[in-house]
């Protein structure tokens, strides 16, 4: 299957509406109040969002000095610009592993949540990182784990007679390209996205290459509770295998 370019142009509309004003269950619950906790903004703070999508995390940081976001979908950054109009806020349309049409390089945060395993080179989202942040400026970024969220590589694995529920991951160090149909009973008709996927020490690797030092390494699971016969094992397994990977690094030095 060909790959497209790295666009959520085509799923913007499901998407915009399936995030909305405050996100969804999971924005709301773990990934958006675990970023910000991470990023630790203040008043004074100047960020700059890559993949910004619809503007779910400009929207919770009103209170900051500046918020620039930027993505590559027409249709989501349209939306950003309409659900928040701080006067502080803006919002282009560019491609984040490429030079954004952004002059600053004053940033004292940059964050990337949950966009860089939507990216075939993330790398080039660390370079631009880098380009954009004052010496010692912090970078946030949140993906699916990539040990144990990998698209068509892993799954569940349920032991009845023991009631255990664990995980089964067929392949990790590799490099992935990983289609993913939005809609399967759609079938060919259905828009396809597409997952990129990496092991852990490539992300640390590219950092170490840009000036990037890591500081902390988060592994966030799902805040949801199961009930029923199944409910405690599958429980048990939602707390030993998280749902997303989050690190913030520091600048050390331009490169």
């Not at 395993?117 to 370079?127: E, G, H, Q, S």
Request: aromatic share 10%; with cysteine.
């Amino acid at each position: 299957m060909a790959q497209p370019p790295s666009s959520w142009e085509p799923v913007a509309g499901w998407y915009d509406e399936s995030v909305g004003q405050k996100g969804d269950f999971t924005h709301r619950t773990v990934v958006i109040p675990k970023s910000i906790r991470l990023l630790a903004p203040t008043k004074e703070s100047k960020i700059l969002d890559l993949g910004c999508g619809q503007g779910i995390l400009g929207r919770e940081l009103g209170y900051v000095g500046r918020f620039t976001g930027v993505d590559i979908s027409p249709a989501l950054i349209a939306s950003a610009r309409k659900r928040d109009t701080h006067p502080s806020h803006r919002y282009f349309i560019a491609d984040a592993t490429k030079p954004i049409p952004v002059a600053e390089k004053d940033f004292t945060h940059v964050s990337a949540v949950l966009m860089m395993d939507n990216v075939k080179n993330p790398d080039a989202i660390i370079k631009t990182a880098c380009k954009h942040l004052l010496p010692g400026g912090i970078f946030v970024f949140v993906i699916n784990h990539p040990a144990f969220r990998i698209p068509r590589q892993s799954s569940w694995d349920i032991d009845t007679v023991n009631k255990i529920q664990s995980r089964k991951i067929n392949r990790y160090l590799s490099p992935l390209s990983i289609p993913i149909t939005l809609h399967p009973s759609k079938e060919s008709s259905s828009p396809v996205t597409w997952t990129y996927h990496f092991p852990i020490s490539s992300y640390v690797e590219w950092l170490f290459r840009q000036g990037f030092v890591v500081e902390r390494l988060e592994e966030w699971v799902w805040e949801k509770t199961s009930i029923g016969k199944s409910g405690k094992m599958e429980n048990r397994a939602r707390t030993e295998f998280p749902m997303f990977l989050a690190i913030r690094a520091i600048k050390t030095k331009d490169i």
